[in-house]
């Protein structure tokens, strides 16, 4: 397997009507939570334990909740906050 992210429960859900920027912003960002999980967690198949609990991370001046799931290999990016208009 390898790492990977996603959208939960899907992207128009997650990100929809986000600009263009932020949404690039929230992506990169998501590549760079898989390079992390993936140095953490050499074999993430072979995890004991529970998951990791639910963080944010400032992007953009917005905010990105996710969480790592080791035993799917994978980084869920469950909501987006865009920053505020101005």
Do not use: I
């Amino acid at each position: 397997m390898n790492w990977t992210w996603e959208y939960l429960p899907d992207q128009g859900q997650v990100v929809g009507g986000c600009p263009a920027d932020f949404l690039a912003a929230v992506e990169h960002r998501a590549a760079e939570l898989v390079r992390v999980a993936e140095a953490l967690y050499l074999d993430g198949t072979s995890y004991q334990g529970s998951g990791e609990p639910m963080r944010y991370l400032d992007v953009a001046g917005g905010l990105l909740a996710y969480y790592v799931v080791p035993r799917l290999e994978l980084v869920v990016v469950c909501q987006v906050t865009p920053p505020p208009a101005l």
